[in-house]
């Protein structure tokens, strides 16, 4: 019998979750495995936030995406029926989207699972190793276009912040998500380190910075505000 689950499952609240602290947990499949950052809904069939391993040789069977899945690979190469993606690679695949997933010789992958309603979103394979970084609205600052669309209110990027970049104040109005890839960037509130993932709730702001430089995987604007 399914039961819901409620992990960070109230999108108001702030939530810290350093990923290298957690434990790996088994998935359906026995090479599979995840550490859930954020789960509301039923315990394989709700709206997840993931870092999921995929041992070598693992094969996942063929499912659909009802709502949609975001995937960034972290480590390794991630693959399926439509292709082989290196670390580094983003996919968005659309509500009603099926695939097999593989990894022959092992990855590790970033997913978001359910957050992607909506008919006409447009399916999103980009190696963001092959794209340039683009200045920054401010000093020391770039950035990588990987997903927006008119009609839907996400912005999904890769930000670089050089060392001794910021402080920056910014709103969030639509919340703002945060996946720490490497180095370490500061706030008000905290330091945080590679695999420190951040949510912030529609209508918060914070001031980050960074003595480091910094790599982080940024969704904006998917929030309603409470």
């Known amino acids: 019998m399914s039961r819901d689950l409620h992990i960070h499952a109230d ?24 550490k859930r950052l954020s789960l509301s809904g039923g315990a394989e069939s709700g709206i997840v936030t993931s870092i999921v391993r995929y041992d070598a040789n693992s094969v996942f069977s063929e499912h659909p995406h009802p709502g949609g899945e975001e995937i960034f690979v972290l480590d390794g190469v991630f693959s399926d029926e439509h292709g082989d993606y290196p670390a580094g690679s983003f996919l968005l695949n659309p509500e009603g989207f099926r695939h097999a997933p593989q990894s022959k010789d ?87 380190a590679t695999g420190t993932w951040i949510r912030d709730g529609a209508g918060s702001s914070h001031v980050p910075f960074t003595r480091t430089g910094c790599t982080m995987l940024v969704r904006q604007g998917f929030l309603p505000v409470v």
């Not at 979750?17 to 026995?30: K, L, Q, T, V």
């Open 11 to 34: 999108f108001s609240r702030r939530v810290v979750a350093d990923s290298s602290s957690m434990n790996w947990e088994p998935s359906p499949s026995p090479t599979v495995w995840r």
């Open 106 to 192: 092992g990855c590790v992958i970033f997913v978001k699972l359910r957050q992607y309603e909506g008919a006409g979103r447009e399916r999103r394979m980009i190696d963001s190793n092959a794209m340039d970084w683009l200045r920054g609205p401010n000093p020391g600052t770039w950035f990588k276009p990987l997903y927006t669309q008119p009609g839907f209110p996400e912005r999904i990027r890769l930000v670089r912040m050089d060392p001794g970049a910021g402080p920056i104040p910014h709103d969030h109005p639509g919340g703002e998500e945060i996946l720490l890839l490497d180095g370490s960037v500061e706030d008000e509130n905290g330091r945080y």
